[in-house]
């Protein structure tokens, strides 16, 4: 006989959903990569945070987190136990509301080419 989820063993079905009100992209529309770095834009009084009727616990989480070091998108989701997806529309609205703002890892298009690299070590070695 199979086993069936009831209450309890089924997990929090619902909860991600209520959390981001049913949307699936952040307030800002921007797309944010694992590794982005969210950093909180000011280090101010800790109480400003917690006084904003406005904001829901995760998104008082989030900029604690990050007024303590900047953390990347996937550290925000792995130490708050919640799906990537609802880490990101969480930080969409941070961004909206000018609470945090992110780094963005440099795409691979735009880093050097690695043999140009070379040629310059090899060009300082040579004075």
Same mark, same amino acid.
């Given at each position: !006989?199979?086993?069936?989820?009831?209450?309890?063993?089924?997990?929090?079905?619902?909860?991600p959903y209520? !959390?981001t009100?049913?949307?699936?992209?952040?307030?800002?529309?921007? $797309?944010?990569d694992?590794?982005?770095l969210?950093?909180?834009?000011?280090?101010g %009084?800790?109480?400003? &945070?917690?006084?904003?009727?406005?904001?829901?616990?995760?998104?008082? %989480?989030?900029?604690?987190?990050? #007024? $303590?070091?900047? $953390?990347?998108?996937?550290?925000?989701?792995?130490?708050?136990?919640?799906?990537?997806g609802? &880490?990101?529309?969480?930080?969409? %609205?941070?961004?909206?509301?000018?609470?945090?703002r992110?780094?963005?890892?440099?795409?691979?298009?735009?880093?050097?080419d690695?043999?140009?690299l #070379?040629?310059?070590i090899?060009?300082?070695?040579?004075?």
């Amino acid at each position: !006989m199979t086993e069936r989820w009831f209450d309890d063993a089924a997990g929090p079905v619902v909860r991600p959903y209520a !959390m981001t009100r049913g949307r699936t992209r952040g307030a800002v529309g921007v $797309q944010l990569d694992l590794i982005a770095l969210v950093i909180a834009e000011s280090a101010g %009084d800790a109480d400003d &945070v917690h006084a904003d009727r406005t904001l829901a616990p995760e998104h008082i %989480d989030i900029v604690t987190r990050c #007024r $303590q070091a900047p $953390q990347s998108v996937a550290e925000l989701a792995a130490d708050l136990d919640l799906p990537v997806g609802v &880490v990101r529309v969480l930080i969409g %609205d941070l961004i909206d509301a000018d609470l945090v703002r992110v780094s963005r890892p440099v795409p691979p298009a735009e880093l050097p080419d690695e043999s140009i690299l #070379r040629e310059v070590i090899n060009g300082l070695r040579a004075l």
